[in-house]
T-cell receptor, first 118, second 112 residues
Framework: EAGVAQSPRYKIIEKRQSVAFWCNPI?????LYWYQQILGQGPKLLIQ????????DSQLPKDRFSAERLKGVDSTLKIQPAKLEDSAVYLC????????????????FGPGTRLTVT | GESVGLHLPTLSVQEGDNSIINCAYS??????FIWYKQESGKGPQFIID?????DKRQGQRVTVLLNKTVKHLSLQIAATQPGDSAVYFC???????????FGGGTRLMVKP
């Protein structure tokens, strides 16, 4: 089974520039998550999609971050304009709600995109 | 606010010894906990999980213990191997859908 794909793997931009990240979840996974992981910290959830609808975006800085999952499969996360404190690894994860409450929490992570803002 | 945290940022063990990684949580409403392993340059990888109605769960070389009385979670790795070197995160479900809250991580270093 192919894993969660993300691109690009690395990105360096200057502050105030824009950047976009792409994620392709595991086939059949209805739920997709974007996390921000600052160096030395655990991942922090930014947004969660169920199919193409947003379940939770309470921790997404909406003045500069946006995300979409138009067809319920791939997703893009955009930052415009970027700030120095946005330097982090952006992780995409997906999960398959099986109806089994126990297993529905297992999230599969992609390799992440390392963003450096200078 | 309520959060998941770890006691030790770095743990160094000898190859073949057992490792114990600890985690404290503060949300008494959390009913599900996961341990993830993250190697350099990779995303977190699921290791083992446990629900709040259990106090112990075993996998292959790994055991998770849950003490709800003191809100403490631990991951035990038997016969630690060099391939176990990574950062380990505990995460809790905050009883709000599939959302997980991650702790700060512990780096496990295995000495040959």
């Amino acid at each position: 089974e192919a894993g969660v794909a993300q691109s690009p793997r690395y990105k360096i931009i200057e502050k105030r520039q824009s950047v976009a990240f792409w994620c392709n979840p595991i086939s059949g996974h209805a739920t997709l998550y974007w996390y921000q992981q600052i160096l030395g910290q655990g991942p922090k959830l930014l947004i969660q999609f169920q199919n193409n609808g947003v379940v939770d975006d309470s921790q997404l800085p909406k003045d500069r971050f946006s995300a979409e999952r138009l067809k319920g499969v791939d997703s893009t996360l955009k930052i415009q304009p970027a700030k120095l404190e946005d330097s982090a690894v952006y992780l995409c994860a997906s999960s398959f709600p099986t109806g089994n409450y126990y297993s529905s929490y297992e999230q599969y992570f992609g390799p992440g995109t390392r963003l450096t803002v200078t | 606010g309520e959060s998941v945290g770890l006691h030790l940022p770095t743990l160094s063990v000898q190859e073949g010894d057992n490792s114990i990684i600890n985690c404290a949580y503060s949300n008494s409403a959390s009913d599900y906990f996961i341990w993830y392993k993250q190697e350099s340059g990779k995303g977190p990888q699921f290791i083992i999980d446990i629900r709040s109605n259990m106090d112990k769960r075993q996998g292959q070389r790994v055991t998770v213990l849950l003490n709800k009385t003191v809100k403490h979670l631990s991951l035990q790795i038997a016969a630690t191997q060099p391939g176990d070197s990574a950062v380990y995160f505990c995460a809790e479900n905050n009883n709000a859908g599939n959302m997980l809250t991650f702790g700060g991580g512990t780096r496990l270093m295995v000495k040959p």
